[in-house]
C-alpha cells in the first residue's frame, strides 16, 4: 500500500482527509449551476482567515459541492500513517463515513469516504 | 506521556483500584483496566461526537480517543472543554475486552486496595450517570467514599451518544 493524497479539510472542529482523486477545488469563476451544495461548517467549523471554498464530489451518478470555511491542503499520507478507527469511536465516525485515521507530524486527518461522508450529510449527520 | 500507574498487587479476596477525581466526585476504576496514567501532550478534535469526546492523542503510534470522564457521567455542570484545553491535563488509559480510550480527569488519587469489610452496594455517592453505572461504594482512607464503576459498561453507555 503505498502514500494516499488526499484533499485535507481542517476546520476548528476537526480535519477530514477526502481522496485526491475523487474531489477537486473549484474555481471561483467556475460556475455550476445545478450542483447542490452541502455547508461542511456545522461539521468542520472553520479556520480563522480562511477563504470560503467550494469542493467538487464526483459521485457515480451526479456531481455535489462541500463548501467550507476550513484551511485546505493536499497531504501524502504514508502507509504506516494510516489506522483503523478505534473501535469505541467507529460508531461516531462511521455516520459521517469515516474508516481510518492518518496521524500526520501535527495532525489527526480523518480519512473519509467521499459518497458515505455526502451521504450522511444529506442524511443530517451534521 | 508519563508517569506509569501501574496497579498494585492486592490481598488476597480484595480488588485493586486507580481512585481519580472527575469534577468533585471519586471515582473508583479498576486497576486491572488502567494501563498507564498519561499527561495529555496533544489532542486533536473529532467531529460529530459529543462534547465529552474531547479528541483524538497518538499513543504508541495509534490513535487513541479522549474521553472526559466527569461530563461523559454526566457529573454536574462544568465549563465545555475544548480539545486544546485538555492538554496538560491527566488521562488513565484504560483497556477492556472491547475498547482502548483515554479517561481525561481532574486528578488521580492513588492505588487502593478494597476488601469485602470496605465495599458496599452503592447509595448516594455522586450523581449523573452513577446510578446507573456505579457497582460499589468504597469507603477509603485517604479520599473517602468512592464510587466505583463497570469500565466495560461505561464505556458501552457513552459509546452511542
Known amino acids: 500500500m503505498g502514500a494516499l493524497d488526499v484533499l485535507c479539510l481542517a476546520g476548528s472542529r476537526g480535519a477530514i482527509g477526502l481522496a485526491a482523486g475523487s474531489v477537486g477545488v473549484v474555481d471561483e469563476d467556475e460556475a455550476r449551476p445545478g450542483v447542490p451544495a452541502i ?3 456545522p461539521l468542520l467549523g472553520s479556520a480563522p482567515g480562511a477563504e470560503r471554498r467550494r469542493i467538487r464530489v464526483d459521485l457515480r451518478d451526479r456531481a455535489v459541492e462541500l463548501v ?3 484551511d485546505l491542503s ?3 499520507i504514508a502507509a504506516a500513517s494510516r489506522h483503523a478507527v478505534p473501535r469505541w469511536i467507529e460508531p461516531f465516525l462511521a455516520r459521517i463515513g469515516v474508516a481510518e485515521i492518518a496521524l500526520a507530524d501535527d495532525a489527526v486527518v480523518l480519512l473519509a469516504d467521499p459518497a458515505a461522508l455526502v451521504a450522511a450529510l444529506e442524511g443530517g449527520a451534521a | 506521556m508519563d508517569d506509569r500507574g501501574s496497579p498494585s498487587a492486592s490481598d488476597a479476596g480484595s480488588v485493586a483500584y486507580l481512585l481519580v477525581r472527575a469534577r468533585g466526585v471519586t471515582i473508583a476504576l479498576p486497576s486491572e483496566h488502567a494501563i498507564e496514567v498519561a499527561e495529555i501532550e496533544r489532542c ?6 459529543p462534547a465529552y469526546v474531547l479528541g483524538i492523542t497518538s499513543w504508541r503510534g495509534a490513535p487513541l480517543p479522549l474521553v472526559d470522564l466527569g461530563p461523559a457521567l454526566d457529573l454536574g455542570e462544568g465549563p465545555r472543554q475544548a480539545p486544546a484545553g485538555a492538554v496538560g491535563r491527566r488521562a488513565v488509559i484504560v483497556s477492556t475486552a472491547s475498547y482502548l480510550v483515554g479517561l481525561v480527569v481532574d486528578a488521580t488519587l492513588g492505588v ?7 465495599t458496599r452496594a452503592p447509595s448516594v455517592v455522586g450523581g449523573g450517570r452513577l446510578p446507573e453505572l456505579g ?17 466495560e459498561a461505561f464505556l458501552d453507555a457513552v459509546r452511542v451518544g
Open chain 1, 68 to 70: 467550507t470555511d476550513a
Open chain 2, 112 to 118: 487502593v486496595a478494597a476488601g469485602a469489610s470496605e
Open chain 2, 44 to 49: 486533536y478534535p473529532v467531529p460529530a461526537t
Open chain 1, 39 to 41: 455547508d461542511l461548517a
Open chain 2, 135 to 151: 457497582v460499589a461504594e468504597i469507603d477509603t482512607p485517604r479520599a473517602g467514599l468512592a464510587v466505583a464503576i463497570d469500565v
Open chain 1, 74 to 76: 493536499v497531504l501524502s
